[in-house]
């Protein structure tokens, strides 16, 4: 490294040298204030870039014993700074006169006593930089000090004076910490935040601030109201995914519902909640979009069940072909046991080709075969067929099945049953 540093200094020299050799010199007020100025600013950025920051913050320093420029002196004590030279800092400082007016020497060593720990020392001075710049940061720079000192209260207070006059969200944000974290003072933190929200509006930087407190509060209620408040600037899913998070642990789902109803996200949930709350109408739109945009073929099925759970008339012809059209091109494509079953019952219960009906029946049977409900369907079917010895052999076994007694399972049994008698007593 040291050598590719000598290299590229005497490579600037040497043109340099050729350029003053070319050119006469003749002084203008403008000029350099010394020759090598040019090259010592390239040098030291240069050193800067190689993370030298010892030698370029000398290369800096000679340019301000050379120029007597305060921006080469500001230049050089940073690098001290980057290169952890705390002492050397102050001790330059200190070399310089009227530091109280001077911004940067200022701030450069307040900062340079704080990582020294000599927080008492530079209180003093970071009280008068932020009297000089009025600047956001330098404001909370003292503030540091202060907490450095665990001066807690009169860092609150100190902030406080400030925001009166300067209500910037940083400023509040670093009274609330305060309080909240070193004051122990939980709720006033809260309220300061709230109130600050609810004049100045709720930015995503103090809504998530709050988010942050009523989480740690579990505070459920609050929580939910600042992420509805954060949605509202930002329609960003992750927060949408918390909200609806919230809202199923407090089994709020009427108003998880119409927040997504609202906002028309998370498709497949709505559609969820709709079959919960059996809105079976709304259940069948919802699964057609959501068919339409995914090509999902099971999407597909449920708007054509959703379609004849909804229909107030059960026998209408054309409900019923919209129905079955559905089912059997589900079923082509993937034989599903709800959909074999559901397209079968139908086929069977409506007369529209029972045969038909009970081929669909055992196919789902080979899928599970112990199914009560697919036992059911296909006793139905004898029954239809006027086999009633069949259908009824069949639901015994039903009977000794998990969901056997189902009330519409017993009902057919019942039906059944007769049947089987009026049957024996014909013959």
Known sequence: MLYSIKLFLITILFFSGCSAISEPSVKKG????????DVYIMTGLYLEELQDYNSSSKMFETLFLETNKKEYLYRSLKNDLVAQKFERVVQRVDLEKNIEDDYELLKIKVVALIKLDRALEAKKLAIRLGEISKNIDDYLLAADVYTKLQEYEN?????????????????????????????????DAITQLEAHSRIYSCSEFICNKLIGFYSNENDLDALLSTYLRVYKLNENVEIAKKIIQIYGYKRDYKSMREFLQENK?????????????????????????????????????QSAIFEYESSKDKNNKKML????SKLKEVVKTDKDAMSLNYLGYLLIDHDIDIKQGMKYIEEVLKIDPNSAYYLDSLA????????????????????KLEGGDNEEVLKHIEMIEKCNKNTKGMK
């Open 30 to 37: 403008h000029e350099k204030s010394f020759e090598y100025e």
């Open 155 to 187: 860092a609150v207070a100190y902030l406080e004076n400030i925001y009166v006059t300067n209500p910037h969200e940083k400023i509040i944000d670093r009274i609330t910490t305060i309080m909240y974290v070193d004051l122990d003072r939980k709720k």
């Open 265 to 301: 996200i998370d498709k497949e949930l709505l559609l969820q909640l709709y079959i919960q709350e059996k809105d079976y109408k709304k259940a069948t739109s919802i699964a057609k979009e959501l068919y339409e945009e995914t090509k999902n073929i099971m999407f597909l099925a």
């Open 321 to 324: 072909d919209s129905v079955v």
């Open 380 to 399: 139905w079917g004898y029954y239809k067929l006027k086999n009633c010895k069949e259908a009824l052999k069949i639901m015994k076994r039903v009977q």
